[in-house]
């Protein structure tokens, strides 16, 4: 069993069982989640006999580093899960702090036609330990503390939707990573009966929001996205201009660009008359095209980035560009890739 995938409580009742005293429980949580040690031998405060116990019946984390590969701007890190698959996840330098984008399932059901990720289709959930394992594993080789996650690696993370929770549970709460709600993000490609999930759900529901919509018309964001056939674009605003969050909270609408499909100013207007039907304010991003040789699009020139932009400026949404960190190394959600990079 591994000790990431459980709370608080449901260790205290684990050492409870087995006549220890409760607070051992606390013990072991600080020094996995406040000192990053991920060797039980290393846990001084336990007697010798409890770190052998610990030794032979837990484990502490899953996953095996097989790789770091560094950019200027972020570094990416490849681990072999214990059944052999390969995932990402990419530490980002922002100005003032790090951000650590995660992935939240082996390959993605969701079969988005721009992104690198769905070519493989889903092989599996990722595993509360697992999701929990890539940021313990990053932080204990990084020196200054990562404040942000984002769940924008691999995979849907609504579609996993119980470990994803779980997993946030223990990065919020004081005695786990203690990371602010306000930090830690869903990026979601608009799973609408998961999105009303999380409305109702009072630990997901302060998290950051973040949608892909990536097209301003049903037929077009049908061909980008299929699952929009079944999650429309109309059913899905309907649910983000209700959904629960307090008025200086924007929802952030993800929009990839490609170029000549999605990126002309009739395009920009129509997103802008969207998101302004409902009483509901969004910020916008854009994320230029990550250009990856299996797919068949390309980047827009920044003219035409810039244009876009001006166009939502003017109808007073505040959008931001987001070029790519480490370019070739990250995209946007689900351009992370695995097995075909390693194997090169
Ligand atoms: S873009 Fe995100 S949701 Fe779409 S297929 Fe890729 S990983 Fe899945």
């Not at 409760?22 to 406040?34: E, G």
Request: proline letters at 4%.
């Amino acid at each position: 069993m591994y000790i990431t995938s459980l709370t608080l409580q449901e260790l205290e009742e684990k050492v409870k069982q087995i006549g220890w005293e409760r607070y051992r429980a606390h013990q072991i949580l600080n020094w996995i989640y406040k000192r990053f040690v991920l060797d039980f031998e290393q846990m001084t405060n336990l007697s010798k006999e409890q770190r052998a116990f610990l030794k032979d019946n837990y484990l502490i984390h899953s996953l095996e580093l097989l790789k770091v590969v560094e950019a200027p701007d972020s570094k990416k890190f490849l681990f072999k899960t214990r059944d052999g698959h390969i995932i990402e996840t990419v530490l980002i330098y922002e100005r003032d702090h790090l951000t650590l984008c995660v992935s939240s399932q082996i390959g993605c059901a969701v079969g988005c036609t721009f992104c690198a990720t769905a070519k493989d289709g889903l092989t599996r959930n990722l595993r509360v330990e697992e999701i929990i394992g890539q940021f313990l594993q990053v932080q204990s080789l990084t020196k200054d503390k990562i404040r942000n996650v984002v769940f924008m690696g691999m995979g849907e993370p609504l579609a996993n939707y119980e470990n994803v929770r779980k997993a946030v549970e223990i990065m919020v709460s004081s005695w786990g990573l203690d990371l602010s709600k306000r930090r830690v993000s869903i990026s979601t490609s608009g799973l609408i009966n998961q999105l009303n999930r999380m409305a109702q759900d009072p630990l997901m529901r302060e998290l950051n929001l973040a949608v892909s919509i990536n097209a301003p018309f049903q037929s077009l964001r049908e061909s980008l996205m299929p699952l929009s056939k079944t999650n429309t674009l109309e059913e899905l605003l309907e649910v983000l201009y209700s959904f629960p969050y307090p008025p200086d909270r924007r929802i952030m609408i993800e929009y990839v660009l490609i170029h000549g499909v999605n990126d002309e100013v009739e395009h920009a207007k129509e997103l802008a008359r969207l998101l302004k039907k409902g009483k509901k304010k969004f910020k916008v991003n854009l994320i230029p095209f990550n250009p990856d040789p299996e797919l068949p699009y390309k980047r827009p020139p920044m003219e035409k980035v810039y244009r876009f932009q001006k166009v939502l400026w003017e109808e007073g949404i505040s959008t931001f560009i987001r070029i790519s960190k480490g370019i070739g190394l990250f995209g946007a959600c689900g351009q992370l890739r695995s097995k075909r990079l390693v194997l090169r």
